[in-house]
């Protein structure tokens, strides 16, 4: 699989045999189903491309159960049902998805890596020449360093 995140790692994948998603009680859509362990996902297999339009993906921290029927039946919960047929070896796929959706629970929830945080470099300082002094007796600013205030007349 081509769109797995940083840290995610294929489990299982049905191949070419493929599974029927039942997406309603007359429509089944045929695609592949994979596990990961962070999610399980079904592409719609296309008629002309690899994949269709169908897209499911379940994180494994949503799902809260998993039954295994006969027939390579899997029905699972994540908020809703999802039942998918012809699932080759159903059983071993019910066991595994447990199995990562117990492990998932432990794990620590994915983050993206964050840029350092650099602070700003401080402003370049003001040449020498531009940088302007204050009278010492009435606050006056001095410019060109003058021996003299030339507001008060004291002498710098």
Not at 102 to 108: D, I
Not at 125 to 150: H, I, M, W, Y
Request: glycine share 8%; aromatic share 8%; hydrophobic share 30%.
């Amino acid at each position: 699989m081509k769109d797995l995140q940083p840290g995610e790692t294929l489990i299982k994948k049905t191949g070419l045999l493929g599974v029927g998603w039942k997406k309603s009680w007359i429509n089944i859509t045929n695609g592949e189903l994979a596990l990961t362990n962070r999610r399980l996902i079904f592409h719609e297999l296309g008629e002309y491309t690899k994949y269709g339009t169908e897209r499911l993906e379940l994180s494994l921290r949503d799902i809260t159960s998993v039954n295994k029927e006969s027939r390579g039946t899997l029905k699972i919960n994540a908020g809703q049902k999802y039942i998918f047929y012809g699932a080759w070896n159903a059983k071993q796929w019910g066991d595994l998805i447990n199995s990562a959706v117990r492990a998932s629970r432990t794990a620590p929830v994915y983050a993206p890596p964050q840029p350092a945080y650099h602070p700003p470099p401080p402003p370049p300082a003001a040449p020498a020449a531009q940088r302007s002094r204050f009278c010492t007796e009435c606050g006056s600013p001095l410019v060109d360093n003058p021996k003299f205030c030339g507001s008060c007349g004291k002498r710098l």
